[in-house]
C-alpha cells in the first residue's frame, strides 16, 4: 500500500516502481488517501486497512514537512487546533500505528520505521511540548521542526517500551541523510525577500551537486523495515548505523507524558 497526499503523484510513484522493479509478475501497489495533517483522515484509511485484515509487515511512518506557517504569518493549525507540523509530523503517525497496531501483531514480525532526522539533536530545552498551550506557543518555524523530529525518536523510544521486549512488532527511527526532496521548498515559506532568491539558488545548488538522492536516502529506512536484525527502540544514521540519540528521548516520564498527550490530542485517552 502506499499512502499519499496527492493522488496523480501517488499513481506516478506507483508507475514507476512497476517500470522498474523487474519480475515475471509485476508486483502488486495499492494507492490509498493519507494526510497525516487531518485525522479524520487517518481514521478512514486506518479503517479500509481494517476492514481489508490484511496482515502489515513494515509500516513506514515518514510523512513530513518542514514548516506550514509562512514567516510573519499567524500560526497554522490542523482542524483539530494543533500547530500543523507537529500535526503532520507527529500526531498522525501516533494515530495511525494506534488504529492499525492489531494488524502489525497479526504478522509474523512486523517492523515500524518512524522518519524523524539528525535535527533532533536540537529540539527545545524541554525536549517535547505535553500540553496544547506550550505546543501552539512555538513560533519559530525552526524550532517547531526540530521538535517534532525529536518527538519521532521519543515515540520510538516509548512505542518500544509499551510493547515490551518479547513483542513481534519491533519499532525503530532514523535520521535518512541530507537529500534532495522537495522539503527544501520550505524556503519560499519562511525566507523573505528579497533573502529568498539568494537562499534558494544555494540551496539549489547543494540539492544538485551534495545531497542524496532520494534513493540513497531510502537504503537505512530499507534495511530497518527488510533486513535480519533484531534493534528496537534504537536510532540510525546512514547507512544503518545506530547511534545515541538525544539524552532526553531517554527520558521514560517525558516519553509517557508526550504519549498520554498525543493519545489526548488524537481521542484515544481512556
Known amino acids: 500500500v502506499l499512502a499519499c497526499r496527492n ?5 506516478a510513484a506507483a508507475a514507476a516502481i512497476r517500470q522498474n522493479v523487474s519480475s515475471a ?3 502488486r501497489i495499492q494507492t490509498m488517501a493519507l494526510d497525516t495533517s487531518d485525522l ?11 476492514a481489508d485484515g490484511t496482515a502489515i509487515d513494515m509500516l513506514y511512518l515518514n510523512a513530513g514537512i518542514g514548516c506550514a506557517t509562512p514567516a510573519g504569518e499567524p500560526l497554522v493549525l490542523n ?8 500535526a503532520t509530523n507527529v500526531l498522525g503517525h501516533h494515530l495511525l500505528y494506534a488504529l492499525v497496531l492489531p494488524l502489525l501483531e497479526k504478522a509474523r514480525e512486523a517492523r515500524v520505521v518512524v522518519v524523524s ?3 533532533q539533536f536540537n529540539p527545545p530545552p524541554y525536549g517535547v511540548a505535553t500540553d496544547l498551550k506550550t505546543l501552539n506557543e512555538v513560533d519559530s518555524s525552526t524550532t517547531q521542526y526540530y521538535q517534532s523530529k525529536f518527538a519521532n525518536v521519543l515515540w520510538a523510544i516509548e512505542a518500544t517500551r509499551r510493547l515490551g521486549p518479547g513483542s513481534s512488532v519491533l519499532v525503530n527511527s532514523c535520521h535518512p541523510g541530507v537529500v534532495n526532496t522537495g522539503i527544501w521548498d520550505v524556503f519560499d515559506l519562511v525566507i523573505k525577500p528579497p533573502y529568498r ?6 540551496f539549489q545548488m547543494l540539492q544538485d551537486q551534495v545531497m542524496w538522492s532520494s534513493e540513497q536516502g531510502a537504503l537505512t529506512q530499507l534495511y530497518l523495515g527488510a533486513a535480519e536484525h533484531s534493534s528496537r527502540g534504537k536510532y540510525f ?4 548505523q ?6 532526553l528521548s531517554k527520558d521514560e516520564a517525558l516519553g509517557k507524558r508526550f504519549w498520554a498527550f498525543c493519545d489526548e490530542l488524537a481521542g484515544l485517552a481512556k
Open 242 to 247: 545506530p547511534v545515541e540519540p538525544h539524552p
Open 79 to 86: 482542524a483539530a487546533g494543533v500547530e500543523m507540523v507537529f
Open 7 to 11: 493522488a496523480d503523484k501517488c499513481a
Open 197 to 202: 532568491t539568494y537562499v534558494r539558488n544555494f
Open 40 to 50: 479524520e483522515s487517518v481514521r478512514a484509511f486506518s479503517k479500509a486497512l481494517l
Open 237 to 240: 544514521h546512514p547507512q544503518a
Open 25 to 27: 509478475a509485476p508486483p
Open 117 to 119: 532526522s539528525s535535527a
